[in-house]
């Protein structure tokens, strides 16, 4: 059993959103993320997809993109992205799409790994608004609300999911990093960020105790990354570096 993520798909919902405007690589890109997808993720595992799933406006205009997920190999963690508008009632949600899990608030056990997050927001900095810095307050709490349903999952590990990074390069601590490594977290995984000059500003790879994942699918080439497997190597560690 392995856990996978894979954030950012922009499928198209209803929407006349042509990704190929962003480039080539774009071009084609659900059938891309079908075909990678199947290549390596198996019924027993997990994808975590964290936000920025469909440009559909609406539950309805989803539904589409949400059928495509369900019908994928695996389990998957679905986390609201800041352009999933589509996204209203989780408690409806889960109802009518029983094969997928939306993560909201709260935590999940896959295997022995507690599964937790947030959306996060802009990092605080001096080019944010006042709305932005309530809306990172806001998430914030959440976060913390996640973290305390993770801790009482019980699981051997922590990780969290996020839309935005919750630390960027030349940023010595965030309040999410800090509540992250005051949590015991032991890995990230997080998307949003687009286009090889912002994939520079992105901190991958291991930070100080945790190891941090950027997934957005144009980055990752729309291959879903393997995050964790339950088999052990040598060293006993089972998170992917």
Not at 42 to 52: A, H, M
Not at 64 to 93: C, E, I, M, Q, T
């Amino acid at each position: 059993m392995a856990i996978f993520a894979l954030s950012d798909l922009h499928l198209p919902g209803t929407q006349e959103k042509p990704m190929d405007i962003f480039g080539p690589l774009w071009e084609n890109h659900p059938e891309k993320i079908e075909k990678n997808w199947c290549a390596v993720v198996k019924e027993q595992d997990t994808v975590l997809v964290p936000g920025d799933i469909s440009w559909a406006k609406t539950e309805a205009e989803a539904k589409a993109d949400l059928d495509f997920l369900a019908a994928l190999p695996g389990k998957k963690v679905l986390l609201r992205g800041n352009h999933d508008y589509w996204w209203s009632s989780v408690s409806r949600l889960r109802r009518r799409y029983p094969a997928l899990q939306f993560l909201q608030n709260d935590a999940l056990l896959v295997e022995e790994v507690a599964v937790c997050g947030c959306r996060g927001w802009v990092l605080p900095g001096e080019e944010t608004t006042k709305e932005d810095e309530k809306i990172y307050r806001r998430e914030l709490e959440r976060l913390r609300l996640s973290l305390t349903a993770a801790k009482a999952l019980g699981g051997s590990s922590m990780l969290a999911m996020f839309h935005f990074p919750p630390l960027l390069l030349g940023q010595e601590e965030t309040a999410m990093i800090d509540l992250l490594q005051q949590s015991g977290v032991q890995t990230a995984v997080f998307g949003h960020i687009h286009g090889t000059d912002n994939f520079l500003q992105v901190i991958e790879g291991r930070w100080q105790q945790m190891q941090l994942h950027l997934v957005s699918a144009d980055y990752l080439d729309f291959m879903p990354k393997l995050i964790w497997t339950n088999e052990r190597n040598d060293t006993h560690e089972n998170f992917s570096h």
